[in-house]
């Protein structure tokens, strides 16, 4: 199961579009939008749903309203995946897509297509195609976003994802050439750790024992994966 990491920067991102309009008297459109955001916080997810659909019937043309359809798919998304993670510990495998929340996802993507809480909600579809363990098509998904996003802010994320997943298919070269666009002038990048460790893993699958040990060692914080395969 690949964990929603997509969280914290989505999250930003739309907070971002729902802000900028100042404090405002109370039931005014700020208000809902301010009760379904700390019905989110909480967890209480079904609430927020009501909250945000309530705010969109109510303010249709409102400029917020992608980021507060991103917000009802972001709620949909976050109850299921509290109860998959769960069932998924003591019975891993594939996640079923849930076409319901595909569906909140997409309709905040085409209401701007081109904007960057429509790369957010790509994104967290390209996520759900993951754990549903469908790679050939969850690489396709990958590959296009990063065609149709090359700017994207989240671009690094995306290649990441994408190289995992040709890992899944067990398309080492692929995805020690997806890997490499993150190690070439990108030495700043969060996990880089974890991309070494990717590269490495690719290379003793191939049983090219030496570049896997050159790129284990390079690896600051070893987790007990690396250590195992840097030993062996």
Not at 20 to 33: E, Q, R, W, Y
Not at 82 to 108: C, N, T
Not at 153 to 166: D, I
């Amino acid at each position: 199961m690949r964990p929603g990491y997509l969280f914290g920067l989505l999250l930003s991102v739309s907070m971002t579009a729902l802000a900028g309009h100042g404090l405002a008297a109370p039931s005014t459109p700020t208000d809902v939008l301010k009760n379904a955001q700390e019905l989110f916080d909480r967890a209480d997810y079904k609430s927020a749903v009501s909250a945000y659909r309530k705010f969109l019937s109510d303010n249709k043309k409102d400029p917020r309203a992608q980021a507060v359809q991103l917000m009802i798919a972001e709620s949909l998304y976050e109850s299921q995946y509290v109860r998959d993670k769960e069932s998924f510990k003591s019975q891993p495998g594939a996640l079923a897509v849930d076409k319901k929340i595909l569906q909140e996802y997409e309709a905040a993507a085409d209401i701007d297509p081109y904007s960057p809480l429509a790369e957010s909600a790509q994104f967290r579809i390209n996520e759900m195609l993951y754990n549903s363990q469908d790679y050939p098509r969850t690489e396709q998904a990958w590959t296009d976003f990063l065609r149709r996003y090359p700017d994207s802010y989240l671009k690094n994320e995306a290649t990441l994802a994408l190289a995992e997943t040709q890992i899944m298919l067990h398309s080492w070269e692929p995805a020690k050439a997806t890997l490499a666009k993150l190690t070439t002038g990108n030495s700043a990048y969060g996990t880089m750790d974890y991309v070494l460790y990717l590269q490495g893993l690719a290379s003793y699958a191939q049983r090219r024992f030496d570049d896997a040990v050159h790129d284990f060692e390079g690896i600051r914080h070893h987790s007990a994966a690396s250590l195992f395969y840097t030993g062996r």
